[in-house]
C-alpha cells in the first residue's frame, strides 16, 4: 500500500496545471500529486460563466471522482482561494492547505485594479510575449474570452460573490498562507488579515519570490510545500 502523502495542485487564472511541471519533479518523490485544469483553462471548453463555484465544483468533482477525501490541497493564487472555498463547503474532502499569492481582498477598489490589468487588446500590445504564451497554453480555447470572462468573475466577486470575512473562522483545517516578498498583486495586510481570522491559519513569507509561478525558483516553492505539509 502506498502511504506517500496525496496533494492536490491547483493553478491560478489564466494558469494551467503545466504550470506545476517543475514542482511536481521536486516533489515527486515524496508525495502522491494530482492537479487540473479549471473549465475553461488549458484547452477544456467551458460555455458557462466563470466563477469560483464553478472552480469548486470542478474541485469537489475531481476529488470524488478520484477517491481523495481528505486530500491536501496547494492553490497558486486564485487556486488557493477555491481550495479555502472548497474547504469551507465540503470540510471532508480536504486535508490540509496550502497557499501561494492568494488574493484575498475582494473590495471593490482592489479588483478595479485587477480588472485594469485584464484587457487583452492592452495585453496583446504591451507584453505580446505573454499574450502568446496565454495562447499556447489555452489553445484551441481563445485565451482573450478567458480573460474576458475572468475579469467579468472578479467583479462579480467585487460584488459579493467571494467567501464573506466572517465564513473564514468556519475553516478549520491547517492553512498556510503563503506570500512571496517579491509578489506585487497580493499585499502582506490582506494575507495577515486573513491567516489571523482562520482559527488555524498561519503567514509565511517567501524571500524572493514574485507573484508569477513560473517566473518563480520551482525548488523554494517545492520546500515550502514540503515544510507545510511535515509540520
Not at 489564466?14 to 492537479?35: A, C, M, P, V
Amino acid at each position: 500500500m502506498n502511504t506517500q502523502k496525496k496533494l492536490l495542485l491547483l493553478h491560478g487564472a489564466l494558469g494551467t496545471q503545466n504550470q506545476f511541471d517543475t514542482i511536481k519533479s521536486n516533489l515527486g518523490n515524496e508525495f502522491q500529486l494530482y492537479s487540473l485544469n479549471f473549465d475553461g483553462h488549458g484547452g477544456i471548453d467551458c460555455n458557462n460563466p466563470f466563477s469560483i463555484e464553478l472552480f469548486t465544483k470542478n474541485v469537489v468533482d475531481f476529488i470524488i471522482d478520484h477517491q481523495l477525501n481528505g486530500i491536501s490541497i496547494f492553490g497558486h493564487s486564485l487556486g488557493g482561494y477555491v481550495a479555502l472555498n472548497v474547504a469551507l463547503q465540503n470540510p471532508s474532502l480536504v486535508g490540509r492547505i496550502i497557499t501561494l499569492g492568494t488574493k484575498l481582498d475582494w473590495s471593490p477598489t482592489s479588483v478595479e485594479r485587477e480588472i485594469r490589468m485584464l484587457i487583452p487588446e492592452m495585453v496583446e500590445e504591451k507584453v505580446p510575449q505573454f499574450a502568446e504564451k496565454l495562447r499556447l497554453d489555452h489553445h484551441p480555447s481563445n485565451w482573450k474570452i478567458i480573460m474576458r470572462k475572468i475579469a467579468v468573475m472578479m467583479q462579480g466577486m467585487a460584488e459579493g460573490k467571494k467567501i464573506k470575512f466572517e465564513d473564514f473562522k468556519q475553516i478549520k483545517q491547517q492553512v498556510i498562507i503563503g506570500l512571496g516578498s517579491l509578489d506585487n498583486m497580493v499585499t502582506q495586510e490582506e494575507s495577515e488579515l486573513i491567516a489571523n481570522e482562520l482559527p488555524h491559519g498561519e503567514l509565511v513569507i517567501l524571500d524572493n519570490i514574485p507573484h508569477p509561478i513560473d517566473k518563480a525558483d520551482s525548488s523554494v516553492i517545492a520546500n515550502y510545500i514540503r515544510t507545510a505539509l511535515i509540520k
